[in-house]
C-alpha cells in the first residue's frame, strides 16, 4: 500500500471525511508515547494517498487538554506524512474575520500550560526554530483553494492557543485583542511545534465559529451557537481539503523537511539506546545507527 502523503487532522465537527475520499484501510497505530486519539482512515483523494485523524477521537471523547498531540503527530510520521493539515474551530478576535470566515494563520502563540510539547528529552536535546511555524507552500495552496471553494478566507494572522475547556473571561479576551490576536483555538499547540519536530509541513484551516466574548455586541458564546456555525463550515473545509489534496506539489521545496538538520545538540554517542530507538523515525536520518 502506498504511503500516505497528506495528513488531515479533523477537529470539532470533522470526525470523517464525507465525500471525495476512498476509504481503503482503518489502522490502529501505536507509538511510544501512547495511543493517538483514534485509528487512523488511510485512503485516496483526488488520487492522492491520505491519512485522516479525528483529533478529539470519533464521538469527540477528548478535550483539548487530553489529546496526545504526540501520539497523533508521531502516528502521522511514521505512516510517511509530509503535509500536515489542521483543520481547527476557532473563535474570532478581529471584527472583520465573521463567524464562518476561514483564517489561514501564519503565526502562533502558545498559551497552553499543561501539555507535553516535545517528542526530544530522555539523553536527546534539539532546539528546534519556531520563527515561522506554518509551512509556506502549504499555507498558500491552502489559502488559495479554500478561496476557490467559496469561502471568506484571510490569509494570515495570529492563532492563539489557550488550554481550555473553558472560554476565556471578558477581561482575558481583551487582553488577547491588544495583543492584536487573530483568532483563538485550544488546539493547534503543541501540534504545530511536534509537526515542526517531525519535518512534517504543518498549515491550519481555521474555521470561525463565534466571536469571543470581547464582541459586547454579540450574545456570549455558548456551545449551541458554536455548533450550529461549526456545521456550516465543515462542508466547505472537507470541499477544500479535496482541492487540497489535487494539487500538492511532489518534491517539498520548502524549509520544514531539513528543520532537525541544525537542531540536534546532544553527541551522537551519549545519547541513551532506549532514547534512539523512540526518537528514530525523527532522526535516523541525521543520526545513523543500527
Ligand atoms: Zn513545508
Not at 504526540?70 to 502521522?76: C, D, F, K, T
Not at 465573521?98 to 483564517?103: A, D, F, L, N, T
Not at 488577547?176 to 511536534?194: C, F, H, Q
Request: one cysteine or more.
Amino acid at each position: 500500500m502506498e504511503k500516505p502523503v497528506l495528513g488531515i487532522i479533523g477537529g470539532s465537527g470533522l470526525y470523517q471525511m464525507e465525500e471525495g475520499l476512498e476509504i481503503l484501510e482503518e489502522v490502529t497505530v501505536e507509538t511510544p508515547f501512547g495511543p493517538p486519539s483514534d485509528s487512523l482512515i488511510l485512503g485516496k483523494m483526488e488520487g492522492l494517498p491520505v491519512a485522516f485523524l479525528a483529533r478529539h477521537g470519533k464521538g469527540h471523547r477528548i478535550m483539548p487538554s487530553e489529546i496526545n498531540y504526540r501520539a497523533n503527530v508521531y502516528a502521522m510520521k511514521v505512516l510517511g506524512v509530509q503535509w500536515l493539515l489542521s483543520i481547527s474551530a476557532v473563535g474570532s478576535m478581529k471584527e472583520e474575520i465573521e463567524p464562518g470566515h476561514m483564517v489561514v494563520p501564519h503565526q502562533f502563540i502558545d498559551w497552553t500550560r499543561k501539555r507535553a510539547s516535545t517528542f526530544f528529552g530522555d539523553g536527546l536535546v534539539a532546539h528546534v526554530s519556531m520563527a515561522d511555524p506554518v509551512c509556506p507552500v502549504l499555507a498558500k495552496i491552502l489559502a488559495e483553494e479554500a478561496r476557490r471553494a467559496g469561502a471568506t478566507v484571510h490569509e494570515g494572522g495570529v492563532y492563539l492557543c489557550m488550554e481550555g475547556p473553558q472560554f476565556s473571561t471578558r477581561a482575558e479576551s481583551l487582553l488577547y485583542r491588544s495583543w492584536d490576536i487573530s483568532v483563538i483555538g485550544m488546539t493547534n499547540m503543541p501540534e504545530a511545534k511536534l509537526a515542526r519536530e517531525a519535518e512534517i509541513c504543518y498549515a491550519t484551516l481555521a474555521m470561525a465559529t463565534d466571536y469571543d466574548c470581547w464582541h459586547q455586541a454579540e450574545e456570549d458564546v455558548t456551545v449551541e451557537m458554536v455548533i450550529q456555525t461549526l456545521k456550516r463550515n465543515v462542508e466547505t473545509a472537507q470541499a477544500v481539503v479535496r482541492r487540497v489534496a489535487a494539487r500538492l506539489p511532489v518534491e517539498r521545496g520548502c524549509p520544514c523537511p531539513k528543520a532537525l538538520e541544525n537542531a540536534l545538540i546532544t553527541q551522537e554517542e551519549a545519547i541513551p539506546h532506549e532514547t534512539y530507538r523512540r526518537l528514530k523515525p525523527l532522526v535516523g536520518k541525521y543520526i545513523p545507527r543500527s
